[in-house]
T-cell receptor, first 115, second 112 residues
Framework: DTGVSQDPRHKITKRGQNVTFRCDPI?????LYWYRQTLGQGPEFLTY????????KSRLLSDRFSAERPKGSFSTLEIQRTEQGDSAMYLC?????????????FGPGTRLTVT | AQSVTQLGSHVSVSEGALVLLRCNYS??????LFWYVQYPNQGLQLLLK??????LVKGINGFEAEFKKSETSFHLTKPSAHMSDAAEYFC??????????FGQGTELSVKP
């Protein structure tokens, strides 16, 4: 069990640029979640997948955000035309629906700074 | 709809003192409840979970929490604080297998 990994750990970009983040879940986990966390706040749900199917997407999520999990393994989160308000920590988590409790295990996060 | 309220954005205790971090939830269905800890610039680590089994749940690092349905509470406790416990703590609620709804977090400081 190598844990959830995220890449990159830090990203600095200029306003208007596109960015893409990658998340590799724990290998046997079929559920994958994306959250966003701003300074001093709890994580906020963005979207989640069961295998390759995107089951839920936050109503707060702008259409500039898109996520994929094409083969039911790793996932990517893309932000188009970044804005300064997108600056945050983006967290990925995974879980297994074969384990009681559905506890989610988090990666270290990708910190995005939009200048 | 589900929600979580953590009372006290900052709690300070002396080393060796009792730690009590408060969490109240709202849920229209039997909830799954979790406590996570976050150290600076890191992801979240699961401390413990409640999933409708025993109401007193023991977690890692000496933490435990008690589910009280009548009070809609899931407070986190530790009998004796250690300097290494200083971190941000988040309470979260979910429906079975779904997204986590987090509270605002409580920053725990431990004084020597």
């Amino acid at each position: 069990d190598t844990g959830v990994s995220q890449d990159p750990r830090h990203k600095i970009t200029k306003r208007g640029q596109n960015v893409t983040f990658r998340c590799d879940p724990i290998s046997e986990h079929n559920r994958l979640y994306w959250y966003r966390q701003t300074l001093g706040q709890g994580p906020e749900f963005l979207t989640y997948f069961q295998n390759e199917a995107q089951l839920e997407k936050s109503r707060l999520l702008s259409d500039r955000f898109s996520a994929e999990r094409p083969k039911g393994s790793f996932s990517t989160l893309e932000i188009q035309r970044t804005e300064q308000g997108d600056s945050a920590m983006y967290l990925c988590a995974s879980s297994s629906d074969r384990r009681n409790g559905y506890e989610q295990y988090f990666g270290p996060g990708t910190r995005l700074t939009v200048t | 709809a589900q929600s979580v309220t953590q009372l006290g954005s900052h709690v300070s205790v002396s080393e060796g003192a009792l730690v009590l971090l408060r969490c109240n939830y709202s849920s229209s269905v039997p909830p799954y409840l979790f406590w996570y800890v976050q150290y600076p610039n890191q992801g979240l680590q699961l401390l413990l979970k409640y999933t409708s089994a025993a109401t007193l749940v023991k977690g890692i690092n000496g933490f435990e929490a008690e589910f009280k349905k009548s009070e809609t509470s899931f407070h986190l406790t530790k009998p004796s604080a250690h300097m290494s416990d200083a971190a941000e703590y988040f309470c979260a609620v979910s429906k079975q297998g779904g997204k986590l709804i987090f509270g605002q977090g409580t920053e725990l400081s431990v004084k020597p």
